[in-house]
């Protein structure tokens, strides 16, 4: 079955630095466009990131443009965000999600599975 | 972009009653060369990530209980359950993926409880 685990969160500084890791099993990771969404606490949900299923393609939410990256690794069935010069508003449970139809390179989708999160704090 | 508003912000409903959401766009979401309207409705459960109920407006997703259906068109929808179970209670979300480019964008959220 479909498994996506994130991992990577924790607590920050201001200005500093984080990477994400989403780990994907159960499908062909290498065909699907995968997005990150986060939820700060208490909060509703807000889109970050989208990459194509190539990694040709990417996009961003303007809040997080210029800081953070998304990225992929096919080969290990992982998906990556790196998140730097960090503020307290990036303080979120930071999800990754997967889009259900397959080489569909437009960047808008809805989810079929998402992953159980990672919480960001950042914090001094 | 475009927003996405629900209302109510939360509402209280007896067991076996019906729960209506209701979400607008600022915009449509509707694509003319398919018809199709690029709306999907989630529900989260606290502590857990959010799960695709309906997606299209109104295709339901598989496994998904018959007593969820989606409704609307063009900037205005509606997330109805027919007859409210205890296993219900949790925060309603819709999202437009029309935006192309992005930002997707999803309504505030709605929180169904059991009056």
């Known amino acids: 079955q479909v498994q996506l685990v994130e991992s990577g969160g924790g607590v920050v500084q201001p200005g500093r630095s984080l990477r994400l890791s989403c780990a994907a099993s159960g499908f062909t990771f290498s065909s699907y466009g995968m997005h990150w969404v986060r939820q700060a606490p208490g909060k509703g949900l807000e889109w970050v990131a989208v990459i194509s299923y190539d990694g040709s393609n990417k996009y961003y939410a303007d809040s997080v443009k210029g800081r953070f990256t998304i990225s992929r690794d096919n080969s290990k069935n992982t998906l990556y965000l790196q998140m730097n010069s960090l503020r307290a508003e990036d303080t979120a449970v930071y999800y990754c999600?997967?889009?259900?139809?397959?080489?569909?390179?437009?960047?808008?989708?809805?989810?079929?599975?998402w992953g159980q999160g990672t919480l960001v704090t950042v914090s001094s | 972009d475009i927003v996405m508003t629900q209302s109510p912000d939360s509402l209280a409903v007896s067991l076996g009653e019906r729960a209506t959401i209701n979400c607008k766009s600022s915009?449509?979401?509707?694509?003319?060369?398919?018809?199709?309207?690029?709306l999907a409705w989630y529900q989260q459960k606290p502590g857990q990530p959010p799960k695709l109920l309906i997606y299209?407006?109104?295709t339901r997703e598989s496994g998904v209980p018959d007593r969820f259906s989606g409704s609307g068109s063009g900037t205005d929808f509606t997330l109805t359950i027919s007859s409210l179970q205890a296993e219900d209670v949790a925060v309603y979300y819709c999202q437009q993926y029309y935006s192309t480019p992005p930002p997707l964008t999803f309504g505030g959220g709605t929180k169904v409880e059991i009056k």
């Open positions: 999600a997967k889009v259900p139809i397959p080489y569909y390179y437009g960047s808008g989708s809805y989810y079929d599975y």
């Open positions: 915009q449509s979401v509707l694509y003319s060369s398919n018809n199709k309207n690029y």
């Open positions: 299209w407006a109104s």
